[in-house]
């Protein structure tokens, strides 16, 4: 299983951005998409997360900013970025949980990250 990211670069605050992730290989299913952050000396932390049936998670701190969204079809997931603020500037990853593929099941897969940079 692969996750391809794009979407991400600089940005000014205030500004919008959005990021896409797509997950390939015989995938039958994926219960729940995600994105994490992780900025220079931090841990990585969960930003928001969709599962199959639509039920979202949110960081408090994006809440009311950014939103996302996934097309089941496509193994594709979104996260529109809006109101960006300089705190929100880190490396962004796609997370793919519990995937099932034709020979696999549970997998727990990342993709290589995409930098985000909201500076004037």
């Known amino acids: 299983v692969q996750l391809v990211e794009s979407g991400g670069g600089l940005v000014q605050p205030g500004g919008s951005l959005t990021l896409s992730c797509a997950a390939s290989?015989?995938?039958?299913?994926?219960?729940?998409m995600g994105w994490y952050r992780q900025a220079p000396g931090k841990q990585r932390n969960l930003v928001a997360s969709?599962?199959?049936?639509?039920?979202?998670t949110y960081a408090d701190s994006v809440k009311g900013r950014f939103t996302i969204s996934r097309d089941n079809a496509k193994n594709t997931v979104y996260l529109q970025m809006n109101s960006l603020k300089p705190e929100d500037t880190a490396v962004y990853y796609c997370?793919?949980?519990?995937?099932?593929?034709?020979?696999?099941?549970?997998?727990?897969?990342w993709g290589q990250g995409t930098q985000v940079t909201v500076s004037v």
């Open positions: 997370n793919a949980d519990r995937v099932r593929t034709r020979m696999t099941w549970g997998g727990d897969y």
């Open positions: 290989g015989n995938i039958l299913s994926i219960y729940a």
């Open positions: 969709i599962t199959e049936g639509g039920t979202t």
